[in-house]
Each structure stands twice: as C-alpha cells, then as structure tokens.
C-alpha cells in the first residue's frame, strides 16, 4: 500500500500543478514544485502546500523500497499495517486537496 499511496499522491500533485499552468517534473516527488509556485494557487490551498510536500517527500523515500524492497528488506515483513494505513490516511488527504484545486471533470 505505500507504492499505491505514493503513485495516488504523485499524480494527484502533478495534476494540481497542470490545473495552475505549470507542466510537472519528470520525477516522482514534486513537493518542491508545488512550494516553488505557490503563488498560483487560490488563498485556502496555499496554506497545505508544505504539508502536501511533506507527505510527497516522505512517500518518494519509501517508494523503491516498497516496491523493490532490497537484499535485507522485504516489504511485506518491513511495513506494518499501521504504516499502510497511515499511507493511505496521507493519500486521502492530498486527493481531497487536489479535489479543490482540479474542478469535477
């Protein structure tokens, strides 16, 4: 659930920047870009921009050991449940963001 929960937050955020004019880096945390152009962003969502770019720092991080993992780390036994729901808890918090920025389409 953590590679789910960083691909749902990268696209939510690259969807956000392409809704306010700005063509998203080709890479997967864009947390920088959303801080770098806040200011095309309406007043209310301004204030969430640095902890959406936490959330997507923090996931980019996990992100090759969740999906990968490595010789000494294996995914299903290193996450718990908890850290899977907290991912998703994140996810859910940047979608409805983004639900404010990108109108029903």
């Known amino acids: 659930m953590i590679r789910e929960a960083q691909e749902i937050v990268e696209l939510a955020l690259k969807g956000m920047l392409r809704q306010v004019g700005i063509e998203p880096p080709k890479f997967h945390d864009v947390g920088p870009a959303l ?3 806040a200011d095309r962003f309406e007043a209310d969502v301004r204030p969430h921009l640095k902890e959406m770019a936490a959330i997507s720092r923090k996931l980019r ?3 090759e050991f969740a999906f990968y993992g490595d010789i000494d780390f294996i995914p299903t036994e290193a996450y718990s449940r908890e850290d899977a729901e ?3 808890a994140e996810a859910q918090q940047v979608v ?3 639900a404010k ?3 029903p389409g």
């Open 35 to 37: 801080l770098e152009f």
């Open 61 to 63: 991080r996990e992100r």
């Open 86 to 88: 907290t991912a998703i």
């Open 96 to 98: 409805a963001l983004a």
């Open 101 to 103: 920025v990108i109108p």
